[in-house]
């Protein structure tokens, strides 16, 4: 929300604060003396970026001087004595995170004035975001890989500012870590740390590290038993050395590693390196003013403490690496209460200054028996009123959401356990106790949405909730009223923001408008705010840029947003009209693959060789394709038509990805017709239809490989090697050989 309050009268040509023929302009940023740590950030960066916007000289220090033609105050009238001074009683009320950004006359030492600005906020973040929107007001746009800045202006320019802005949406998770080598569970801390200064510029407060039980960040024991697994990506290894395409991106390695880890092979070694990693990354996101969440799932654990919980089951994902309670571990088991405290002590010693903890919901079908108990239990002193679990139950089979009929059912049912099992467990307040004190805060994640009217009567007292509704934004818009039933004026609740979908996986994605639509949404029902879901980054800077105006005011739309972006990077509205057409033609193509074939690109064993089935295109198949083709002619048309340098990169990457999208598809194509022809008995045929489908694999990746700007990037390559084109290969090669035998 943006408040005009008032504005001033500058003498400008008087003053001297613009001049075209002049020699470069003095500038001063004056911070308090004492001024926070964040605040001395905010400081640098509004000296670094006039050092780039401006022909000015400019100074950073902590008294006014006579000597400057433009100074710069950077605080609020608590923490800088000029903004003190220079205010009075005019500054705004503000919240934690609203920011000021002002033009004024200030007083000199000799009694006159001098041009001057107010950068400010109601905390230090605060101020260190209003900095960031002064470089955005001024032409700056932030991408999560880096700045895009205008041409070098002749002149100084920071006349008729006048914004208070306070947030519409408060809290702006960004998820990282999480799983897959195509995510950021690849990246090292120097990339991580890079990525979140380029996400602090666009307002972001939150980091979520998303962990997995198997991971190298944490140790323990219990019962006499140490965990020993330390893994990454489920427990896979990608070769990337020998006859592959795109391996030039490796730097002639023999495995895809994250370079924290590379050639760590023993568990001490990997969980000491992955602690570190974390460290770091928990460091720098309070650096930059972001709090830090744990994001756990508390009832799983390696498989080695099968040996300290008697009776326990195989936890069946992607693959078994865990094991959970089985049927005679009830939420009330004290055993299972103890290891689960273990586990969650270990993360909060391990990283003592993390804020928050998010666990999610324990998914054990043994836990369905105790489900009417559990429901009685919760309602033991009539808080649910006369809402009966029976009624719930009807309502998960028949809902809309891909957690509907059986699956619902199970879904709902579920929950009603794992959340007495909280409840009991949380009733020991120094289990969240820091060990230099304080508390960590608690977040219960993806409660079923069947309990959403009653959310606040059946969580831990305090904790906040981070709520899951359906796998893909379209799929939730689809099902909005469910976000109307949560009563957020009574819990501190967020939604999950899937801005690229892992089901959907290796093809790009957009789904702005959905995402608009759920904002508009959370505002209208007072959430508090949302937590990204994605893996790679690819084509989601206009997604970010998006959230990233629109969690500050409510105006902002998917196309003012875009055309904000783009205009300013490219310097032409028709590229920009261009961009907004290839946008949208990608947003269509990824509702088309959610809706009728979701986990279509998931990147996992079996990714390619799925498709080799003996059936006709599906007929939607054909209008993936013509949107994927009509995306990939306006990047090209885009970035052909005589770009700015600042945008010929970005431009470039965008075309060539979506080439790589294409001969993806075309891939796929061709190695359905090969299975179709194999079961004719026509063996010509499916070898030049393997032999197709090998080229444009190739193709695909080598594509891939001209434009590899992060790990995630490289991840993708690794993925595709290993779980697309080496089997693809193996079958071409059998059937050249059965062809040759016969």
């Given at each position: 929300m943006i408040r005009q309050l008032f504005s001033f009268s500058l003498a400008l040509a008087a003053s001297g604060w613009v001049s075209a023929a002049s020699a470069a302009i003095q500038v001063e940023v004056v911070r308090g003396g004492d001024a926070p740590a964040l605040e001395r950030l905010a400081a640098d960066e509004l000296a670094s970026q006039f050092r780039r916007l401006f022909d000015a000289q400019v100074t950073v220090g902590t008294q006014p001087t006579d000597k400057a033609q433009l100074r710069v105050l950077v605080g609020n009238p608590q923490t800088n004595p000029a903004v003190r001074v220079a205010v009075g009683d005019g500054w705004p009320q503000l919240s934690d995170q609203g920011l000021v950004i002002r033009s004024l006359d200030l007083p000199t030492a000799a009694g006159g004035k001098l041009p001057g600005l107010v950068v400010g906020g109601g905390s230090p973040v605060a101020t260190l975001w209003a900095v960031y929107e002064l470089g955005h007001q001024r032409g700056i746009r932030y991408l999560s890989r880096?700045?895009?800045?205008?041409?070098?202006?002749?002149?100084?320019?920071?006349?008729?500012?006048?914004?208070?802005?306070?947030?519409?949406?408060?809290?702006?998770?960004?998820?990282?870590?999480?799983?897959?080598?195509?995510?950021?569970?690849?990246?090292?801390?120097?990339?991580?740390?890079?990525?979140?200064?380029?996400?602090?510029?666009?307002?972001?407060?939150?980091?979520?590290?998303?962990?997995?039980?198997?991971?190298?960040?944490?140790?323990?024991?219990?019962?006499?038993?140490?965990?020993?697994?330390?893994?990454?990506?489920?427990?896979?290894?990608?070769?990337?050395?020998?006859?592959?395409?795109?391996?030039?991106?490796?730097?002639?390695?023999?495995?895809?590693?994250?370079?924290?880890?590379?050639?760590?092979?023993?568990?001490?070694?990997?969980?000491?390196?992955?602690?570190?990693?974390?460290?770091?990354?928990?460091?720098?996101?309070?650096?930059?003013?972001?709090?830090?969440?744990?994001?756990?799932?508390?009832?799983?654990?390696?498989?080695?403490?099968?040996?300290?919980?008697?009776?326990?089951?195989?936890?069946?994902?992607?693959?078994?690496?865990?094991?959970?309670?089985?049927?005679?571990?009830?939420?009330?088991?004290?055993?299972?209460?103890?290891?689960?405290?273990?586990?969650?002590?270990?993360?909060?010693?391990?990283?003592p200054t993390v804020d928050s903890i998010s666990l999610g919901m324990p998914e054990f079908p043994e836990w369905d028996e105790h489900a009417e108990a559990a429901w009685d239990e919760l309602n033991a002193d009539g808080r649910l009123g006369d809402m009966k679990l029976s009624d719930l139950v009807k309502q998960a089979s028949a809902r809309n959401i891909i957690a509907s009929g059986d699956r619902g059912v199970r879904a709902l049912r579920g929950n009603i356990a794992p959340l007495v099992f909280f409840r009991k467990l949380f009733a020991d307040q120094d289990l969240l106790k820091r060990p230099a004190g304080g508390h960590v805060k608690l977040i219960i994640r993806s409660i079923d949405p069947a309990l959403f009217p009653v959310i606040d009567k059946v969580i831990p007292p305090g904790a906040a909730t981070l709520n899951f509704i359906d796998y893909t934004a379209r799929r939730i818009v689809d099902n909005r009223q469910l976000i109307a039933t949560l009563p957020a004026d009574k819990v501190d609740s967020r939604l999950i923001f899937t801005l690229a979908d892992d089901n959907v996986g290796v093809l790009s994605q957009s789904c702005i408008s959905s995402l608009h639509e759920l904002v508009t949404d959370l505002r209208k029902h007072g959430w508090s705010g949302f937590s990204t879901r994605y893996w790679m980054l690819t084509e989601l800077d206009p997604t970010l840029h998006y959230l990233s105006r629109a969690a500050f005011d409510a105006d902002v739309t998917p196309r003012s947003s875009h055309d904000d972006l783009f205009v300013a990077v490219t310097g032409k509205t028709s590229s920009s009209d261009r961009l907004w057409l290839a946008f949208e033609h990608i947003e269509q193509a990824t509702n088309l693959v959610d809706q009728h074939a979701l986990g279509f690109g998931f990147p996992v064993r079996g990714m390619m060789m799925k498709h080799y089935q003996s059936q006709p295109d599906p007929g939607w198949w054909k209008e993936v394709v013509d949107h994927y083709t009509e995306a990939m002619i306006e990047f090209y048309r885009s970035s052909s038509a005589d770009p700015h340098a600042r945008s010929r990169k970005l431009l470039f990457y965008y075309s060539k990805r979506s080439e790589y999208v294409l001969e993806y598809l075309n891939a796929v194509q061709a190695l359905r017709a090969a299975a179709v022809a194999r079961k004719a008995g026509d063996t010509e045929v499916t070898i030049e239809k393997l032999e197709t489908a090998v080229e444009q694999l190739y193709n695909s990746i080598d594509t891939l490989s001209d434009v590899v700007r992060d790990q995630s990037d490289r991840g993708l390559i690794a993925t595709l090697a290993n779980f697309a084109f080496r089997p693809l290969m193996a079958e071409y090669e059998k059937v050249l050989d059965e062809s040759e035998s016969e």
């Open positions: 880096g700045d895009i800045f205008p041409d070098v202006a002749a002149e100084v320019d920071l006349t008729g500012l006048d914004m208070v802005i306070e947030p519409t949406l408060r809290t702006r998770t960004w998820r990282t870590i999480n799983d897959f080598c195509i995510g950021p569970e690849s990246w090292g801390q120097q990339d991580l740390k890079a990525l979140l200064r380029q996400l602090a510029k666009m307002k972001f407060n939150d980091v979520m590290l998303s962990l997995w039980p198997w991971q190298p960040f944490v140790h323990y024991e219990f019962g006499g038993v140490q965990k020993r697994t330390a893994t990454s990506w489920f427990g896979d290894r990608f070769r990337v050395d020998g006859d592959i395409p795109g391996k030039t991106v490796f730097g002639g390695a023999a495995f895809f590693e994250n370079p924290d880890l590379a050639g760590k092979t023993d568990y001490q070694s990997l969980t000491a390196a992955g602690i570190q990693l974390l460290r770091g990354v928990i460091d720098e996101a309070h650096r930059l003013g972001m709090t830090v969440c744990l994001s756990l799932q508390p009832a799983q654990f390696t498989k080695e403490f099968a040996a300290a919980l008697p009776g326990s089951k195989a936890v069946h994902q992607l693959k078994t690496l865990t094991i959970g309670p089985g049927p005679q571990q009830g939420p009330s088991d004290p055993l299972l209460h103890k290891l689960v405290a273990t586990k969650l002590r270990a993360y909060i010693e391990t990283y």
